[in-house]
């Protein structure tokens, strides 16, 4: 079945630090991509929609300047947490869909759990 | 997108079936269910969809009522690797759109 890769599973890094967290579809191409952020036992909140060749569209009260989004490629979006401080510790999970069948899922990767210290 | 209502926990004996239901009463013509389920530190998994027919799969199957309000997922034998939490979500589908809107889900354990 469809696979989403997430790269690195786990980070920790000193306040200010930019941080990069790559999803990869990897047996489909993905004109969209989505990227989710979960904070300890809540559900998962849709921070912004990846569009390959254009602009993220983001979710209301999601900084733009923050989370810097890219996809520049049919498989990949990458996610740059910028100048990252201790609140923006959380789980991060972006999730694709397979652009040339439709009606298919969207599939999730793994996750990116990162810890600002 | 609809919303959905779920109950916050249930739990099941290892073997027996699971059956979770969800309430989706405001639900559109267009809006298709899907289930995903979350193990603990892990990315949601999908589990199966549907939009008026009932679907089975190799994971579990979904019976949907006739007027759409609400579904049922049954896990035929659960394990204790089913223990996680079960997201219920209504969207529609079209192009790249449907983004999934998480709700709280249900927060199934399967004990031995």
């Known amino acids: 079945g469809a696979v989403v890769s997430q790269h690195p599973s786990w980070v920790i890094c000193k306040s200010g630090t930019s941080v990069k967290i790559e999803c990869r579809s990897l047996d489909f191409q993905a004109t969209t991509m989505f990227w989710y952020r979960q904070f300890p036992k809540q559900s998962l909140m849709l921070m912004a929609t990846s569009n390959e060749g254009s602009k993220a569209t983001y979710e209301q009260g999601v900084e733009k300047d923050k989370f810097l989004i890219n996809h520049a490629s049919l498989t990949l979006s990458t996610l740059t947490v910028t100048s990252a401080h201790p609140e923006d510790s959380s789980f991060y999970i972006c999730?694709?869909?397979?652009?040339?069948?439709?009606?298919?899922?969207?599939?999730f990767g793994d996750g990116t759990r990162l810890s600002i210290l | 997108d609809a919303k959905t209502t779920q109950p916050p926990s249930m739990d099941c004996a290892e073997g027996r079936a699971a059956n979770l239901p969800c309430n989706h009463s405001?639900?559109?013509?267009?809006?298709?269910v899907y289930w995903y389920r979350q193990i603990h530190s892990q990315g949601p998994q999908y589990i199966i969809h549907g939009l008026k027919n009932n679907e089975t799969n190799e994971m579990a199957s979904l019976i949907i009522t006739e007027d759409r309000k609400s579904s049922t997922l049954i896990l035929p034998h659960a394990t204790l690797r089913d223990t996680a939490v079960y997201y219920c979500i209504v969207t529609t589908y079209g192009g790249s759109q449907g983004n999934l809107i998480f709700g709280k889900g249900t927060k199934l354990s399967v004990k031995p």
């Open positions: 405001t639900i559109s013509g267009n809006e298709y």
């Open positions: 999730s694709a869909r397979d652009a040339g069948r439709g009606n298919q899922p969207q599939h």
